[in-house]
């Protein structure tokens, strides 16, 4: 059997805080599988292979981002990997640049690898924290729950889902958080994001190879109660049927009653794909009431203050 | 300068704020609230924005920054310039900001010497108030990144803030390829191969960006030609050896590599300031413990080995200390502000060095780095406290090394009794 061919994108350039993490959770959920692994590092002079199954790019600085985009696009590598239906996962710095274009130095716009309908630019402020976000249902990933830090403002075009809808925290900015198309996924949850979501990390392995062998159980007892401890941090009021989250294939968790005043897209709801495009031609989620039309994405303005993106 | 003249000298407004700083400081203390520096600095700034530089006019400053090892390093070279004789002010407690260096030259207003452990994003600022006359440039690598400024940008800062100082002597390693290129825009450095253990964050040129050639402790860029400048200084194994070229044992009382990099480092300063070697290493050599790092309690027939690792260069040096098996070793972590609240660097430290061992897990966030050392394929228990700990170890081993964040290491130590 050939092994998975995990291929983490240059961790010379691209690894600020926990990448490997990412790595480290999806070799071990394919091996407690049955599955043979092999992970191949490539630094930013090597050249990018074309014949890996999930590709993964980590959060960076501003500059090495630029000089990573400007690298890939030379490389060609990750596009024949991605043309071919390659998985590619990337967070934070490497979730724009999976974009047509990105906030540079100073916010100057930097092309983009343009793996995804998505440009960024620099936010207001920067997001600093707990985040937690319910996953597009039709991805049967359940609720994200992880750290963002990054001052991204990330809109999403026509080409692109997004990912979740942001409960706490800021996301892309605008009550949406990540985005995917075809087997390429980003996410502003940062660093090591699929150790506290296995079901994300289940669901790139299943894009991968199709159908997944049962997981021990008892190997994922620790990161369930890891889990529920940081959602029941973050979400004081569901602290006693945190766990009941994770069941797979759960609907979303639309939860009538009191919501900490942080949870801003509450009343969001999750629409059918055909239907929910406005009138720019950009893929958003519908409101309930209060999110109307009138509430977009901050719109990137050019600023002094360096940002880092990881 | 004779005795007690500082503060007479001072304008009566700074004076002020001087001793009004000093008097909540000690109130402070008295009132069990820590050491009190940072209330009584911050009150005297309030009252003189201008007092850091006018507290520092007079008086000979070294800044000691870095990721790791400033509170060490800070506390080995005011050792290693004891023979000057005289006092030194120093802020031995880590209170590393603006304030904390006000209250420790107000405190000590005799003191002609000042060493002075500077927080990295303080460096310009303290640069430009205290007119420093070394500054030490340690190492630099990723920390605490929800409230810390990018390094690559720190670096820059740095490099800014010393080409703006060129009455400044530099002390900075030359095996840290950030460090070398913050330090190099400097008329003055004293370059010191002080080695470095972790690599994660000095893979590619700070100046280009390119993929940099590594060879051991050398390393170059291919593209903009940057590479490791000469050394004067050099650690070499537990041997330092002189700008002459004379290798000397350290045998310090503190362990591991870190620490005699440091200790090295704290060698170059004292001779920037014509103290010998022999007389700097012998002061040296008497560090024991620094601020309750590296300690060694007793607690129920266990002896309790302390150590402090906030981030994960630090975690790797420490891992390298810790008693090799079959040793106990707890480790802590929590995530409270002064650790930083994001624990994804757990993913950054390698730990299947602890393979095979008897590993405990504490801290606040204990199954964050219980779901770590389960990837890594060590086995580990959890536990609540360090009294846990002790009864978890004591039928089957004398000692236990505990490995703690900042606020984990310091619930310890104060579970422990406030060792010093």
Redesign the interface.
């Known amino acids: 059997m050939r092994p998975l061919r995990l291929v983490w994108i240059y961790p010379d350039l691209l690894s600020t805080y926990g990448d490997r993490g990412n790595v480290l959770v999806l070799e071990r959920r394919a091996q407690l599988r049955g599955i043979p692994v092999e992970v191949v590092e490539v630094n930013s002079d090597q050249q990018v292979p074309r014949d890996g199954d999930i590709y993964l790019m980590g959060g960076g600085e501003d500059l090495p981002q630029t000089l990573a985009t400007r690298r890939l696009l030379a490389d060609g590598g990750l596009h024949a990997a991605a043309e071919r239906g390659a998985v590619v996962f990337a967070v934070c710095a490497g979730y724009q640049m999976m974009g047509v274009e990105f906030g540079g130095a100073d916010d100057t716009p930097v092309q983009g690898l343009g793996l995804l309908d998505i440009r960024s630019g620099r936010g207001e402020r920067r997001a600093v924290g707990e985040i937690v976000a319910d996953v597009d249902p039709g991805l049967n990933v359940g609720r994200l729950t992880g750290f963002e830090n990054h001052q991204g403002v990330t809109r999403l075009g026509p080409g692109v889902r997004p990912l979740a809808r942001t409960e706490i925290g800021t996301g892309n900015g605008d009550g949406t958080e990540g985005s995917y198309a075809g087997r390429v996924l980003g996410t502003y949850l940062h660093g090591p994001a699929l150790v506290r979501n296995p079901n994300l990390a289940d669901l790139l392995l299943f894009w991968a190879i199709g159908p997944l062998p049962p997981f021990p159980p008892q190997a994922e007892e620790l990161a369930k109660r890891l889990r529920a401890e940081r959602l029941a941090a973050v979400l004081p009021q569901l602290s006693s049927g945190g766990t009941v989250l994770w069941h797979r294939g759960l609907p979303p968790p639309i939860t009538p009653g009191p919501r900490t005043p942080r949870c801003r897209s509450g009343r969001i709801r999750w629409q059918k794909p055909p239907s929910d495009r406005t009138r720019t031609g950009q893929r958003r989620f519908a409101s309930a009431s209060t999110q109307g039309p009138g509430r977009r994405p901050r719109l990137p303005r050019p600023r002094r203050s360096p940002s880092r993106r990881s | 300068m004779d005795a007690n003249t500082h503060r007479t000298r001072l304008p009566i407004r700074a004076k002020l704020a001087s001793t009004v700083g000093d008097a909540a400081a000690s109130v402070s203390r008295l009132a069990g609230k820590g050491d009190g520096s940072v209330i009584g600095g911050r009150i005297g700034l309030r009252l003189e924005p201008d007092l850091l530089s006018l507290l520092a006019v007079g008086r000979q400053v070294v800044l000691v920054t870095g990721t790791n090892g400033k509170t060490t390093t800070t506390r080995l070279i005011t050792a290693a310039l004891a023979p000057l004789g005289g006092q030194i002010a120093s802020n031995i407690y880590g209170a590393n900001m603006d304030a904390g260096a006000v209250s420790a030259l107000s405190r000590t207003p005799d003191a002609r010497i000042a060493v002075l452990e500077t927080d990295e994003k303080y460096i310009p600022s303290m640069v430009q108030a205290t007119s420093p006359r070394v500054v030490t440039l340690l190492n630099l690598s990723?920390d605490q990144?929800?409230?810390a400024?990018?390094?690559?940008?720190l670096a820059r800062r740095w490099r800014e803030a010393l080409a703006a100082a060129p009455e400044c002597r530099v002390v900075a390693n030359a095996d840290d390829p950030l460090v070398a290129w913050a330090a190099g825009a400097s008329r003055q450095v004293t370059w010191v191969a002080a080695g470095q253990a972790w690599r994660?964050d000095s893979?590619?040129c700070p100046n280009c960006?390119?993929?940099l050639q590594r060879d051991g402790d050398d390393w170059s860029c291919r593209e903009c030609g940057g590479r490791r400048p000469p050394v004067s200084w050099m650690l070499y194994g537990d041997e330092v050896i002189d700008p002459s070229g004379r290798s000397t044992p350290l045998e310090l009382a503190l362990p591991g590599r870190a620490n005699r990099a440091n200790a090295v480092v704290a060698l170059a300063v004292a001779e920037a300031f014509g103290v010998r070697l022999g007389q700097a290493l012998r002061e040296v050599r008497g560090v024991t413990s620094v601020a309750g790092r590296y300690t060694q309690v007793s607690r129920r027939g266990v002896d309790i080995r302390l150590l402090l690792a906030k981030n994960p260069a630090g975690w790797l040096e420490a891992l390298d200390v810790v008693a090799p098996a079959p040793a106990p070793v707890l480790l802590a972590v929590n995530a409270q502000g002064p650790d930083g609240?994001?624990?994804?660097?757990?993913?950054?430290v390698d730990f299947r060095r602890l393979r095979g061992r008897t590993v405990l897990v504490g801290g606040e966030r204990r199954?964050?780095l219980?779901?770590?050392l389960?990837?890594?394929e060590v086995q580990f228990r959890l536990v609540s406290t360090i009294e846990e700990a002790v009864d978890a170890v004591r039928a089957g081993s004398a000692n236990l090394e505990v490995l703690a964040n900042y606020t984990a290491f310091q619930q310890y130590r104060t579970a422990l009794g406030r060792v010093q």
């Open positions: 990723r990144m929800d409230r400024a990018e390094i690559w940008l994660e893979w590619c960006g390119a993929h609240r994001d624990t994804s660097w757990l993913w950054d199954l964050d219980a779901v770590r389960e990837a890594d």
